[in-house]
């Protein structure tokens, strides 16, 4: 799935000298982010800033971000929103020479991790991935939530067992 606001045109940035930076404030929807369909509800868009570094050969791309999401807690089951820091570094590699149009044969094992060959390098699969490695395992509303009875089913957090 690709997120339009998470793809940058760097053509620029590569016909510029090496250690050629280019900053960008970045804003996806929430509308952008439910696409990504993961088993989970966004609630507050990703906010924070994307910074673009030349290299000799790649493009160093930095995200900071952060954002909300709905999740389940495990112990009560009852519906919370929790805090995601988000945070991507990796090496984009260019599929085409910029200057002269010819083809990279050596672009890395990563498909995700290449610069197309109209210069767009996309972050969407990378965050995707970012934002599911920040997703708790076991998600817990509070520490010291005290969940559901065993024999009643009633939440302890809102009254006692029956």
Do not use: W
Request: charged content about 25%; overall charge negative.
């Amino acid at each position: 799935m690709q997120l339009p606001d998470l793809q940058f045109n760097v053509s620029g940035l590569l016909k510029g000298p090496i250690g050629g930076t280019r900053s960008y404030e970045l804003r996806v929807p929430v509308s952008e982010l439910d696409q990504l369909d993961e088993g989970f509800d966004v609630s507050q868009s990703l906010e924070g800033n994307v910074r673009l570094l030349r290299t000799i050969e790649t493009v160093l791309a930095r995200l900071r971000g952060a954002m909300a999401v709905q999740l389940e807690c495990g112990r009560c089951l009852e519906s919370y929103e929790a805090e995601l820091d988000i945070s991507v570094e990796e090496e984009f590699h260019p599929s085409v020479d910029v200057l002269t149009g010819r083809p990279f044969h050596d672009t890395g094992d990563d498909a995700a991790l290449v610069i197309d060959d109209h210069h767009i390098l996309d972050m969407s699969e990378l965050v995707r991935q970012a934002i599911l490695l920040e997703l708790p395992l076991h998600p817990v509303c509070r520490e010291d939530c005290a969940g559901l009875c065993p024999v009643c089913g009633a939440n302890r957090n809102v009254e006692p067992c029956a």
